[in-house]
């Protein structure tokens, strides 16, 4: 799997990270998206999944 978002798209929900906190964290002055890990592990696949079903302006996208 590979992960990519659009951060200038991105409306700061924190959704992401909170799903998978592993692979997204959010900018502390603008609470933006910021990926941590464009190859996640096999482990967090389904979190990243949530966070793209989650995420309210789909600025996540992910390659299997």
């Known amino acids: 799997m590979k992960v990519k978002v659009d ?4 409306v700061a929900s924190g ?3 909170f799903s998978a906190p592993e692979v ?3 900018n502390e002055h ?3 998206v910021v ?5 996640p592990s096999a482990e967090h696949h389904d ?3 949530s966070a793209v079903r989650n995420c309210p302006n789909m600025v996540i996208a992910i390659e299997e």
């Open 15 to 17: 959704m992401c990270a």
């Open 47 to 49: 979190a990243v999944r």
């Open 24 to 26: 997204f964290d959010q």
């Open 35 to 39: 990926l941590l890990t464009e190859l």
């Open 7 to 10: 951060a200038d798209r991105c």
């Open 30 to 32: 603008d609470g933006v």
